[in-house]
């Protein structure tokens, strides 16, 4: 997959009144490099037109565009790849049907970590590093050594995830991460594509550390 650093996932509860497209371009102008759709919600003729939409600004800006859960939609609207948890298909049978198409696992300890490589994957989730609350079904906080495990031993791309904040985004670079996501503090912002430049500099300046 192409390489990236900033990851934004949706999240329409946070900007009310704001389009989404609109956000989503605003993060992309401010350096996000892969775009999620993610929502849980909506009725699935209403998840594949924004699936569309996403599609056609991400293709625009030359942006990896990643759906989250469904397959289907990615296949119809020729997404980059999917985004898979635990208790989603399994990787194997998800290759099957999406072929060389990106695969993201997420994980939250280092034996789902070591299995996502060994299946395949082409990137993991790590998280939730700190509380969050944009996420129902969300296990305890994984903190950053598992960030720090995860930075040790696997060597397919990973990407941390979970309460992830420019005032504590340092601290999950420290423990080795070389890549960031999130959702509310980007697509919650009041300036969303300063929130990127920022979150931007922080993985560049961690990286020129290294
Ligand atoms: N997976 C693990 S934590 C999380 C997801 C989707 C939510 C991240 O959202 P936020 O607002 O960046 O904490
Ligand atoms: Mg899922």
Known sequence: MKP???YAITGEQFHPGRSMLDVMEEAILGGCDIIQLRDKKSAKRDVLAKAKALRELTRRYGVTFIVNDH???ALAVDADGIHLGQDDLPLADARRIVGDKIIG??????????QAERDG???????????TKSK??????????????VADEIR?????????????ADQVLEAGATR?????EIVGSADV?????AFVAKIDAAAARL
């Open 156 to 168: 397919i791309p990973f990407v941390a995830i979970g309460g992830i904040k420019l005032h504590n």
């Open 105 to 114: 696992i997420s994980t939250h300890a280092i034996e789902e970590a070591r």
């Open 71 to 73: 397959i289907d939609i």
């Open 180 to 184: 960031l996501c999130a959702i509310s």
């Open 193 to 197: 594509r300063g929130t990127c430049e």
């Open 4 to 6: 990236f650093k900033l």
């Open 136 to 149: 129902e079904d969300v296990v305890a906080p994984v903190t950053t050594s598992y960030v720090r495990q």
């Open 121 to 131: 994957a082409d990137y993991i989730g790590v998280g939730p590093v700190f509380p």
